[in-house]
């Protein structure tokens, strides 16, 4: 014979509601929590190029960094240029870090190390023989300001074929620093030889005044401020990524717009 069903009275199933939402809340709570435990206690990267988060979240951070490359990046992808009448006649300034007063320029020349190990020494003189390319953008700096400018100097991919440097522009990244190596920057290969990237010498059809770079610097209109070193000393090519004066701080070393 069939045992007859027992009903449940409106206690028991209330009672019965609440045991099942607390376990599956509790596995949830426990679930959430042994996943941050795991987190916590995954290895940190080693400081260096980057600024020190722990592995998987760089592991997301560096496919978030790609999906974004592959998706907004060309080189037929051109940041918005503005007329010369817009061009800022004060332009701001900020940090000096290894560029801070004038250099004599008779003390100065860029220094670039080929693959060979050959290291090329080219005055500005020199540099000034090769076609000028002015541009007027908006810079931006991460500090949240952004100002229209105009520079003019020798576009970078120019540069590269002038020099010859064509196997060198082959690696995945250049490596720029000031002549004291106190700001340093690494920059990929894509964004180097875009068409707007320069190695500017001028600054509103002037000489670059000491505090924006003097005698050059980059201007990367498809990244931000701080990639845009001042005072260039030396330009290096490299296969894996060169230290980068504030990705070591923990900013995003693409630092794209
Ligand atoms: N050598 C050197 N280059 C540098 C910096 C620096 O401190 N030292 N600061 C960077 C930052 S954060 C910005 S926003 C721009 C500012 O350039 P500006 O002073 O010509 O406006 O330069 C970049 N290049
Ligand atoms: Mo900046």
Redesign the pocket.
Known sequence: MKKPKKELTVDQKIKRRNFISFTIFGAFAAGTYAGWKWLYNSPEEITGITGGAHKPLRKALNKTELFFRRLTFSENHLVKTYPKSMAAKV?????????EGKLPPEQWKLQVTKNSGAILQISLEELKTLPKTEIVFD?K???GWDQVSHWGGVKFADFIDHYKLHEEAKLEYVGLE?PDKQ?YVGIDMPSAIHPQTLLAYELNDQPLPG???QPLRLIIPVKY??K????IGSINFSKTRPHDYWAEQGYDYYSGL
Do not use: P
Not at 228 to 231: H, I, M, S, V, Y
């Open positions: 332009v701001r300034h900020n940090s000096d870090i290894g560029s810079f700096c991460v500090e000031t700001y505090k924006h770079g401020g701080i845009n070193l001042k005072r």
